[in-house]
């Protein structure tokens, strides 16, 4: 509780009084020590008078806590000092607040002020943290009042406005509005306001000569005006707010009456004050509405002295009251009990996306004020949720016209604080600028910081660019100079060899976008020529078979028929992802008047011919694939020597061991491929990412109790000793059903170096993780992840080696089955078709099957998924024999096949017997397994049933009818193996 100006004293005293204490406590250990190489018992030597050894025990422990203390904050502040500079400011968030508690617990006034405005610069502080730093810094400047000066006191109100600029609380705004009237009515209780519990204790001001110091110090910061219009700008944003408007309209109120107490002559303005501030207050929605409507009412009776009073605003308070209800599910969903599910983060997400499309689209004019209060209470309470931030820049640019452009600006500022990784911000933020009329300059510097923001594709940046590029060229004018001209080529050049650098699949687009820009602003084609060029030889470029449809569309703008279909034959012959594209288009254009019949007919030999190709190719894949071993014929079995019987069976005292041929190796022979293995393994291997590790061990739970702004340092504390981390990734689980997506129990580190990423797969022990605030430990298996595919970004999409692909199940309940569907029909068509229904609900999903061999066309069946099986039947009554494409399509309810046991009750019915005829067998062998079969048939008793029971029953029958000591013969098929003739075979019924 001292003031800044002896606190320096009183550090260099504690610095000391730290160090004795230090020495105290080793002399003690060393003591101790002795003592138990002696054998000697410190308390027995330790006299009564001496001190109590509570005291001495709690010294000690005092002085290993405040040692372990500073050994903490400076690890703290080396972290900080060394590794906090590289990266996103974000990241090391959690460390700062870390080291501001430590300093604010030692008291430490000038670095923790130091530190906190640090913080504050780079990044927008939680309202928690905001309010301490008020009441920190209200409580110092009060403790000594001969040091309040007007400029203690600007500084207060300054932090009160920073404060207020980050984020929408309702808390702050009572801490402000309080504070200001604390100067005024000379009140220390309102004044030293705590915001928590574990702050110290002001002194009494009961000097008038302290009060006369703070009151000269206010009387040109602070007036009743002043507080007034505080509370206007407070209302002007939180009327609206649901929850916690009425603590504002209320402290308005008292505030009124405080300033008109004991003024006779001013009690009818006092009355209409008081009567206004009702009116506004009950015509917005609010939890205490009815309360607040109660309070009203009993203030009019009281102030007119009429018991019959009725309300003379009724319509405007009903329709608040129609206003609550059709919003008091989604504030009762957000005020949900912390223990229960519907609390979780990702429920309140969701319930707050819910309410901002309800207020924003559901309604047919929205209330922009009472939609900005709703984005900023979501984003107060989810602030690195991006899509809020996009969605708010997105309403003010829509719908709040000139007078919302300041406000857009300061909600696109904040986005970008909050959500650097995010390129949509970025993007709003521009877009604001631009909007607001800002000069170029600012832009400038908008994108020089986008360029250094922890965005995660380099996709995101070529999004910035592309919004810089249009809002250069719509500032342009329509008359372009050479300067401007060239100031924007140069712009384009120097964009391309920045992503050339590390992303040159992206210098496609800006090429792109500079041939757009010259043909169509410069008007130079022969330039914008160039551009289609350079664009086309891209890494991008070069198989894409929509950048060479747009040249062929350039030169045909162009008035030149034989170069856009040159254009076309390279594209064809340039093998793109997608030829038929490439196909279609070609033949589009011959036929609407691109050339003579000739041109049509080689296109349309070209394309047939490609086609054919690709067919072929298909085939020689089918052909290449290895077939089932029922397809292959088994060869003429090698006679092999005989072999000695197994000397361990015959150890271990087995009878039989005399007869059965010892156990030999499998060899190619038997059909084993012994590469099999080893090429799949080689296939694993080059499909490795050299960067990338797959880290197992953990359990989803533990990653799911991981803060999002703590995964990254957490692994980088555990696999930073192997290299430098560029990036971990978790992955989320896609089960159906699931409310709450969970995390699958692995992750992803990618290294920026192979040699980090080699050294983490080969250490060896495994790293071990301890997740904070549990006794787990989980040893780490680390693994090489393996490409999937490419994205069109530059990144892969990996693939679990301990968890395999998700695999999407359908249960078939409720579910329609169409058949007989036409062959060109697709998703699109099969959504209308059943949507065209009347009455029919909207399906849940549909699917319609692919044929993948067949260049994914339509198998011409369908699956649709409705909620119940009364939506099932009602639209397959509707669709069933209805004729769509020239088809009779068919309609039912889906059944899929009981893949369980037989219902009780009813026998299972036994599998046809089996007639095993060899391959090219004798007449005589078919004669007799003719015979076997009519024997069997003619032994079914009379009575029974020749559908059902016959197949069960042959089996039985032959056997009885068979003779006892005479063997069945059995013809068996070349693949069956018999290594002993001599053994006897039990051919049991069904089997």
Known sequence: SCSRARWSSLESLLDDFWLQLYHFTKMMQDASNLAAELGVDLDDLSSSDSGSDDDLDAMQDDGQKDIEREARKNELKRILREDAPQAAPHTYMHVRIALINLLREEAAVEELTEQREELASLLPLPSSEWRRWLADEKMILFNDPSSITTDSLQRIIDLFDKALNDFLSVEIWMDYLTFLQSLIFQELSVAANAADSDQMDVDEIDSEESWTVIRDAASSLVSEQTIREKFESALRICAFHIRDSHLLWEAFRD??????????DRLDALKDKIRKLYRRQLGSPSLQLQDTYNDYIKFEVS???????????????DKAVEALKERLSFEQALAADPSSPESSDAAKI????????????????????????????????????????????????????????????????????????????????????????????????????????????????????????????????????????????????????????????LTFDILKSQALFEERKVKDLDKARQCWDAALRSEGGKKNAAAWLDLARFEERRGDSSKARSVLKQALNANCETPEFVQYAWQEFERLGGGGLDDYNLALHRIGQQRMDTEVQQLLYSYQQPASAADIPAAAEPKQKKQKPSKKRAAEGDPDAADRPAKRRRTEEDGLDLNKHRDRKRAANERQDPLVVHVAGMTSESLQALKQEDLQPTFEAIFGTYGKIRTVRTVESNKRGEATPTLKPFIYIEFTSAQAAKNAVNARPRPIWTPSGGDQKFELIVEYALKLRPTTAGNAIFQSRFDSAPVQKYSDKSTLFVSNLSFRFTDKDLQKLVESVPGAPAPVGVRLMKDKANMNRSRGIAYVEYKNDADVDLVAA???????????????????????????????????????????????????????????????????????????AA????????????????????????NNPKRKIDIKPGK
């Open 955 to 978: 089996p039985a029958a032959a056997a009885e009818a068979a003779p006892a000591k005479k063997p069945m013969k059995m013809l068996i098929p070349r693949s069956v193996k018999v």
């Open 878 to 952: 509707a669709l069933n024999g209805t004729l769509h494409d020239g088809r009779v399509i068919k309609a039912e309810r889906s059944r899929p096949p009981s893949r369980g046991p037989a219902p009780s009750g009813r026998p299972a019915q036994a599998p046809p017997p089996m007639n095993f005829v060899r391959s090219g067998a004798n007449d005589a062998q078919q004669t007799e397994t003719q015979e076997a079969a009519a024997a069997s048939s003619s032994a079914v008793p009379e009575g029974a049933s020749s559908s059902a029971s016959a197949p069960a």
């Open 255 to 264: 505030f009124e009456y405080r300033v008109e107490k004991g003024k006779e």
């Open 303 to 317: 102030a007119t002295g009429d018991a019959e009073f009725k309300c003379p605003f009724q319509e405007t308070f």
């Open 350 to 505: 969701s319930v707050w996306w819910n309410y901002i499309k309800f207020e924003t689209q559901q309604q047919k004019k929205p209330h922009i004020p009472r939609s900005i209060c709703l984005f900023e209470r979501a984003v107060t309470a989810y602030p690195n949720v991006s899509p809020f931030w996009e969605a708010y820049c997105d309403f003010l640019h829509l719908h709040g016209g000139a007078n919302h452009k300041n406000t857009c600006v300061d909600a696109a500022t904040r986005a970008v604080r909050n959500c650097p990784f995010s390129s949509k911000a970025w993007i709003s933020f521009m877009l604001a600028l631009h909007r607001a009329g800002r000069p170029r300059l600012e832009i400038d510097t908008a994108l020089d910081r986008a360029l250094k923001a922890p965005m995660t594709t380099p996709r995101d940046f070529l999004d910035v660019y592309q919004i810089y590029f249009d809002i250069r060229v719509l500032a342009l004018p329509a008359q372009l100079s050479e300067n401007d001209t060239k100031a924007m080529r140069e712009l384009f050049s120097s964009t391309v060899e920045y992503f050339e650098r590390w992303a040159p699949t």
